[in-house]
C-alpha cells in the first residue's frame, strides 16, 4: 500500500488510504477483479485467494481505504446498509436487548420490529437525545446501543461520548450511523464509539450509482465474527460496485464541503420563510443542540427536513409535486439534489402514531442537497414553496 503519513488529511486518505497501484501492471485505479474463484497452485496452495466470497481484491482495497477514513483499525463491506446491519444483528443471540433511537431510519425499524423481534432479540426505542433516556433503557441484557446522529429525518443528535462513557464500563458497545456525516465531518470512534456504521451507498461512494453498507471497528475479537459472517451468510458487494464506491471517496473531501455549503444557505433560506413552520438542520443557532453539532463534527452536512405550511399531507405534496431541479425520489448523498417524501418513502414501515408523537409531521419533506450552483437550488425551491 502507498505510504501515508499517519497524520494525513483526510482529502489525502480518502484518494490513498488503503490503496497502492497494482503489483501486476501498475494501474493506479485498483482494478476490478471481476472473478468467482482462483486457481490453486497445488493442492492446498494458493496466492490468498479461493473464492470470491470470502476474498475479493477490489473489495480489500475498499475496505482498507474506509477503515482509513474512519480512523478504525478494520473495515468490512456488504452488499447494502442494511446487510451490514443486519450482518451485526448476527452476532447476537435470543434474549439479547438492543437500545435503539426512535427517529431511525425506517429500514432499521423494520429490521429490528418485523425481523429480528421474531428471532429473539429485544428492543427499546428510546429519544435518542437524551442520554439519561439512553442509559436508562439499559438492562443486564444489554448488548448494544444503536444510534443515528444525525437522525433520519428529523436530523436529531446523540451525544456519543457521553453515552460511550456510560456504555462502556457495562460491556455494552456503541454503534453510531455516521451515514449522515462521513467521517469528513464525524468521528465516531474518535468519540468513544465502537463501530461506525455506513450505507456506502449515499456520501461515501456519492454518485447514486452503487448500492453498499460498511462497518468500521477497532475490536479484534468482534471483527473476527463479523468477518465469519461475511463469509458465512454472503451478503458481500461485487467488485464493480466496490470498485464505484472507490471512485467516489476519492472526491468525498470536496464534495462535502460543497454539500455543506449549499445546505447552510437554503436551510436559512427555509427558516425565514413565512411558508415553512419549521426547519431541521443542526447548523440553524435555532437547532437544539447546535452547540452540541459544533462541538462533536467540524460541519453540518448536506441534508435539511423542512415542515411546509401546517405540515399536512396536502402542503407537504403541493410543494413535492413543483420541484423541478431537485429530483423527488428516496436515498440522498448523490451529487444531486433530491427531495423526498419520508412518510411515504424512507419511513412507510415507521407507524404514524409513532412519528406523529416524535414531530415527523405528515408532509414532512427531507432536501439532500447537492453541489449544483446554489443560486439554481434556491430559485426551484423558492417556486415549490410559492405553491404552499
Keep these: 500500500m502507498t505510504h501515508l503519513d499517519p497524520k ?13 497501484p497494482d503489483p501486476t501492471t501498475g494501474a493506479v485505479m485498483t482494478p476490478i477483479y471481476q472473478t468467482s474463484t482462483y486457481a490453486q497452485e497445488a493442492l492446498g496452495q494458493n496466492k490468498g485467494y479461493e473464492y470470491a466470497r470470502t476474498h475479493n481484491a477490489t473489495r480489500a482495497a475498499l475496505e482498507r481505504n474506509l477503515a482509513s477514513l474512519e480512523g478504525a483499525k478494520h473495515g468490512l463491506s456488504y452488499a447494502s446498509g442494511l446487510a451490514a446491519t443486519n450482518t451485526l444483528m448476527q452476532t447476537l443471540s435470543a434474549g439479547d436487548h438492543v437500545v435503539c433511537g426512535q427517529n431511525t431510519y425506517g429500514g432499521t425499524f423494520r429490521l429490528f420490529d418485523k425481523v429480528w423481534r421474531r428471532h429473539g ?46 456504555a462502556r464500563p457495562r460491556g455494552i458497545r456503541v454503534v453510531v450511523d455516521n451515514t449522515f456525516m462521513t467521517p469528513y465531518f464525524q468521528r465516531p470512534l474518535e468519540l468513544g464509539a465502537d463501530v461506525a456504521f455506513h450505507s456506502v451507498t449515499k456520501y461515501l461512494n456519492g454518485h447514486s450509482d452503487m448500492i453498499g453498507g460498511a462497518l468500521l471497528l477497532h475490536d479484534d475479537a468482534l471483527h473476527e465474527q463479523l468477518r465469519f459472517l461475511q463469509n458465512a451468510a454472503g451478503a458481500v458487494p461485487g467488485p464493480m460496485d466496490c470498485f464505484l464506491a472507490l471512485r467516489g471517496t476519492k ?10 455549503e449549499n445546505a447552510r444557505e437554503l436551510a436559512a433560506m427555509l427558516a425565514e420563510h413565512p411558508r415553512v413552520s419549521r426547519v431541521f438542520y443542526p447548523g440553524l443557532a435555532e437547532h437544539p443542540q447546535h452547540e452540541l453539532a459544533k462541538r462533536q463534527a467540524s460541519g453540518f452536512g448536506g441534508m435539511i427536513s423542512f415542515i411546509p405550511g401546517d405540515g399536512s399531507l396536502e402542503a407537504g405534496r403541493a410543494v413535492f409535486d413543483r420541484f423541478e431541479l431537485f429530483t423527488r425520489a428516496e436515498s440522498l448523498g448523490g451529487v444531486e ?41 434556491r430559485k426551484d425551491l423558492e417556486k415549490a414553496l410559492a405553491a404552499s
Design 251 to 260: 472526491t468525498l473531501a470536496v464534495r462535502m464541503q460543497r454539500h455543506d
Design 8 to 20: 494525513a488529511g483526510i482529502g489525502t486518505l480518502a484518494v490513498h488510504g488503503g490503496q497502492s
Design 337 to 377: 439534489s433530491l427531495v423526498c417524501h419520508p412518510a411515504s418513502m424512507t419511513h412507510a414501515a415507521v407507524p404514524r402514531e409513532r412519528r406523529l408523537a416524535m414531530g415527523f409531521m405528515d408532509g414532512l419533506l427531507r432536501l439532500s442537497v447537492g453541489i449544483e450552483d446554489v443560486r439554481d437550488l
Design 121 to 166: 432479540l429485544e428492543f427499546t426505542f428510546v429519544d435518542a437525545t437524551s442520554v439519561v433516556e439512553i442509559t436508562g433503557a439499559f438492562r443486564p441484557n444489554t448488548r448494544f446501543v444503536f444510534i443515528e446522529t444525525p437522525t433520519n429525518p428529523l436530523m436529531q443528535l446523540t451525544d456519543i461520548a457521553a453515552v460511550a462513557k456510560h
